[in-house]
């Protein structure tokens, strides 16, 4: 499958953690946030984050960690929100469901132009970056090697063939040490309650991204 003319980049977070990235203007990477200890819910897996921030480093950038990095997949229902939704996996805490959990949709494209023009790292992995086992890329003209009908799809379970499905799925984008947030364009939600907590969030001011209620992003 050939790239998307536009691809799109997704980061999901819980809802409370909103009002603090937009006082920050930025996303952190998780090295950022250990340190700066932001309010909020944590809906990641901790021994994932660790292995992240203290084992995993890019075949590209040989001295940047995974977790020095602001990852997004190139999908939205991803597969660590049908961990969230399940609420069943024993290295989770959170256990509050994917209603409150928020994507925050970008433009591939123009985020590679913005870390360029700003002397800003970036790639991308062929599969989870929380496994020991990916591999990374940094160039544009190597975005073909993702696996773009796994990445599209909605059927990722099961063994064989659905199993290199899921790997593909997992890809990411990594942006070195923060990701600023007037590069959201999109903010998708799953319910009309969660929309209106968005709205109020945004009033505030700065660089306004659409809310969209899109119940497809979600189980």
């Known amino acids: 499958m ?12 819980h809802i409370d953690r909103l009002c603090s ?4 203007q930025y996303l ?3 090295a950022t946030i250990t340190s700066l200890a932001p309010s909020g819910t944590n809906i990641g897996m901790s021994s ?17 960690y995974v977790g020095g990095c602001v990852p997004f997949y190139f999908c939205p229902r991803s597969i660590m929100l049908y961990l969230l939704y399940q609420s069943n996996h024993s290295e989770l805490s959170y256990r509050s469901g994917q209603e409150p959990i928020i994507h925050l ?6 985020a590679i132009d913005w870390a360029e023009n700003h002397n800003t790292r970036w790639a991308f992995t062929l599969s989870n970056a929380g496994a020991y086992y990916f591999e990374d890329r940094a160039s544009v003209a190597q975005l073909n ?5 796994a990445i599209q799809t909605h059927r990722w379970s099961g063994n064989g063939v659905a199993a290199r499905v899921k790997e593909g799925k997992q890809a990411e984008f990594l942006m070195e040490k923060s990701f600023p947030w007037q590069l959201i364009e999109r903010i998708g939600v799953q319910s009309h309650a969660v929309q209106q907590q968005v709205l109020q969030a945004l009033a505030a001011g700065g660089h306004q991204s659409k809310v969209e209620i899109k119940t497809d992003w979600y189980y």
């Open 2 to 13: 050939t790239v998307p003319h536009r691809p799109k980049i997704y980061h999901i977070v």
């Open 28 to 30: 952190w990477c998780d």
């Open 145 to 149: 090697e993702l696996n773009w009908e």
């Open 21 to 24: 990235i937009l006082a920050d």
């Open 105 to 110: 949709e970008a433009d591939l494209y123009d």
């Open 48 to 64: 994932i984050k660790q292995r992240r921030l203290n084992d995993l480093t890019l075949t590209n950038y040989p001295d940047l």
